[in-house]
């Protein structure tokens, strides 16, 4: 079993940063997908990031490339999200998550494991 837990989340104005941090434990951390998801009230889940523990490649959504990075800190079991220059659009409830495949995807579907998500807020 895998836990995956989030932390960070928070109120902001626009053009301030956050960052997003994600836990998981319980199986080999290494080969994991790690990827970050959001969702609006009203709206489906939507892909923001994704990096493989293995090798490291990353894969962004067009609309945060640019300002979002996703990384990692193995030692530590966590996966991070650094958010700059945040808009309006960007506030969601942030879900991180956790795929057996070393492959990066933009499909929730993909991914196995999940976080209870964390909010974030970001006014104009």
């Known amino acids: 079993q895998v836990q995956v837990v989030e932390s960070g989340g928070g109120l902001v104005q626009a053009g301030d940063s956050l960052r997003l941090s994600c836990t998981a434990s319980?199986?080999?951390?290494?080969?994991?997908?790690m990827g970050w998801f959001r969702q609006a009230p009203g709206k489906e889940r939507q892909f923001v990031a994704a990096?493989?523990?293995?090798?490291?490649?990353?894969f962004y959504a067009d609309s945060v490339k640019g300002r979002f990075t996703i990384s990692r800190d193995n030692a530590k079991n966590t996966v991070s999200l650094q958010m700059n220059s945040l808009k309006p659009e960007d506030t969601a409830v942030y879900y991180c998550?956790?795929?057996?495949?070393?492959?990066?995807?933009?499909?929730?579907?993909?991914?196995?494991?999940w976080g209870q998500g964390t909010q974030v807020t970001v006014s104009s």
């Open positions: 998550a956790a795929r057996y495949i070393s492959d990066t995807s933009n499909n929730p579907d993909d991914y196995n494991y």
């Open positions: 319980g199986r080999t951390f290494s080969s994991f997908t």
């Open positions: 990096l493989t523990l293995f090798g490291g490649r990353t």
